[in-house]
């Protein structure tokens, strides 16, 4: 069977996907799944704080507590909500998936959805306490706080693993980066890291070195899960642009999604050989994963021809401002290594984003054209 063809038949040996969901059953699931965290988290945090008057952050306080409730129930309603999804029509491919990949995505999913939740209530309450300085609350007043985050963050996982496609996708991945790598920076032991490079974040005398290499793995599991997802809209634009008769090249599937999951597995790898276990095998997962984003925007218009003209004239101005920006780095000696790597670092997902949502964008206009023809 050719790629354009259409989906296989489901097979009696996968798994049967859920009744298709409607949008109120989501926001009442998501509303339920909410209120269960919420108990959940009150009743763990009256235990955690019983005799005691905890600070809104550090020492244990309602923000550590806050943080690790939120990130659990992020962790359980994703994915719960993520399998429901199948019954979508849309998203009924996921279904047809070998069980490995399934399992990895969901997995990798659910980890960026409960770090993200446990980063953001950290954080949350980090900063509540330097605004009201010398707070501390009791046990019941703390427990409510917690449960609120537990119900926020339960809420939020299950809305997003029931709305799951390449926006949102591209969307979790710039935020699950930037989250996870600021995390690694304001926990490191060493203030100085940003004198030696980038990678020593993840090495294993530079504090928590676990945040910074997981985030390194589970961002590349999900840019490998972004290219499935990509292959589908490539797919529904070819179709779409038949259907409507536009003349438009049909895309190269093949070749983008090797670049994506080389990508996706380069930097993955890049986490699991931290610069402390071996320095070259690190600097050259790291090259080439850089070298796989250059070829993939490179020939981005003839792998994806139809785009605007604005979004390739973006992709060539942002790798000319990652070549500047390694250019003053070396041989200029204008900023340092860790300057360079954050530039470089932002520009290639910033691209991928960009180019996740106008390929997106490209499948929405030319559905609107078949439906009006």
Same mark, same amino acid.
């Given at each position: 069977?050719?790629? %354009?063809?259409?989906?296989?038949?489901?097979?009696?040996?996968?798994?049967?996907?859920?009744?298709?969901?409607?949008?109120?059953?989501?926001?009442? %699931?998501?509303?339920?799944?909410?209120?269960?965290?919420?108990?959940?988290?009150?009743?763990?945090?009256? &235990?955690?704080?019983?005799?005691?008057?905890?600070?809104?952050?550090?020492?244990?306080?309602? &923000?550590?507590?806050?943080?690790?409730?939120?990130?659990?129930? #992020?962790?359980?309603?994703?994915?719960?909500?993520?399998?429901?999804?199948?019954?979508?029509?849309? %998203?009924?491919?996921? /279904?047809?998936?070998?069980?490995?990949?399934?399992? *990895?995505?969901?997995?990798?999913?659910?980890?960026?959805?409960?770090?993200?939740?446990?980063?953001?209530?950290?954080?949350?309450?980090?900063?509540?306490?330097?605004?009201?300085?010398?707070?501390?609350?009791?046990?019941?007043?703390?427990?409510?706080?917690?449960?609120?985050?537990?119900?926020?963050?339960?809420?939020?996982?299950?809305?997003?693993?029931?709305? @799951?496609?390449?926006?949102?996708?591209?969307?979790? +991945?710039?935020?699950?980066?930037? #989250?996870?790598?600021?995390?690694?920076?304001?926990?490191?032991?060493?203030?100085? !890291?940003?004198?030696?490079?980038?990678?020593?974040?993840?090495?294993?005398?530079?504090?928590?070195?676990?945040?910074?290499?997981?985030?390194?793995?589970?961002?590349?599991?999900?840019?490998?899960? +972004?290219?499935?997802?990509?292959?589908?809209?490539?797919?529904?634009?070819?179709?779409?642009?038949?259907?409507?008769?536009?003349?438009?090249?049909?895309?190269?599937?093949?070749?983008?999604?090797?670049?994506?999951?080389? @990508?996706?597995?380069?930097?993955?790898?890049?986490?699991?050989?931290?610069?402390?276990?071996?320095?070259?095998?690190?600097?050259?997962?790291?090259?080439?994963?850089?070298?796989?984003?250059?070829?993939?925007?490179?020939?981005?218009?003839? !792998?994806?021809?139809? +785009?605007?003209?604005?979004?390739?004239?973006?992709?060539?101005?942002?790798?000319?401002?990652?070549?500047?920006?390694?250019?003053? !780095?070396?041989?200029? &000696?204008?900023?340092?290594?860790?300057? @360079?790597? *954050?530039?470089?670092?932002?520009?290639?997902? /910033? !691209? +991928?984003?960009?180019?996740?949502?106008?390929?997106?964008?490209?499948?929405?206009?030319?559905?609107?054209?078949?439906?009006?023809?």
């Amino acid at each position: 069977m050719s790629r %354009r063809d259409a989906e296989p038949a489901h097979s009696p040996s996968r798994e049967r996907p859920s009744p298709e969901p409607t949008a109120t059953a989501v926001e009442a %699931r998501a509303l339920a799944t909410g209120l269960v965290a919420a108990l959940a988290g009150l009743v763990l945090a009256l &235990g955690a704080f019983v005799g005691r008057r905890p600070a809104l952050s550090g020492d244990h306080g309602v &923000g550590d507590v806050a943080a690790l409730v939120a990130g659990v129930a #992020a962790l359980v309603a994703f994915p719960v909500a993520y399998r429901r999804s199948y019954g979508d029509p849309d %998203r009924r491919w996921l /279904a047809d998936r070998p069980l490995w990949r399934r399992l *990895l995505g969901t997995v990798a999913l659910a980890f960026a959805h409960a770090a993200i939740a446990f980063m953001v209530a950290w954080a949350s309450f980090q900063i509540f306490q330097r605004a009201f300085t010398g707070l501390t609350l009791d046990a019941f007043a703390a427990s409510l706080l917690t449960a609120v985050s537990a119900a926020l963050a339960a809420y939020t996982a299950y809305q997003s693993g029931s709305r @799951m496609d390449s926006y949102a996708l591209s969307n979790l +991945l710039a935020t699950f980066l930037g #989250a996870g790598i600021l995390t690694s920076m304001v926990t490191t032991t060493r203030p100085n !890291w940003w004198q030696v490079n980038f990678s020593v974040l993840g090495a294993a005398d530079y504090g928590v070195a676990l945040a910074f290499n997981a985030t390194l793995v589970t961002a590349g599991v999900v840019i490998a899960l +972004l290219a499935e997802y990509m292959t589908r809209d490539l797919r529904a634009l070819d179709a779409h642009r038949s259907r409507a008769g536009l003349t438009a090249a049909r895309t190269r599937e093949r070749p983008l999604l090797t670049c994506l999951v080389l @990508m996706g597995a380069l930097l993955a790898c890049t986490g699991l050989v931290p610069v402390d276990v071996f320095i070259p095998a690190h600097n050259t997962l790291a090259t080439s994963m850089a070298a796989t984003y250059t070829l993939l925007l490179v020939r981005a218009p003839a !792998w994806v021809p139809g +785009l605007s003209r604005t979004f390739y004239a973006a992709g060539y101005a942002m790798l000319g401002a990652a070549v500047i920006s390694v250019m003053l !780095w070396w041989p200029l &000696g204008y900023y340092n290594m860790t300057a @360079m790597e *954050l530039v470089v670092a932002g520009v290639v997902l /910033a !691209w +991928l984003v960009l180019f996740t949502r106008n390929v997106a964008a490209a499948v929405e206009d030319v559905r609107r054209h078949e439906d009006a023809a």
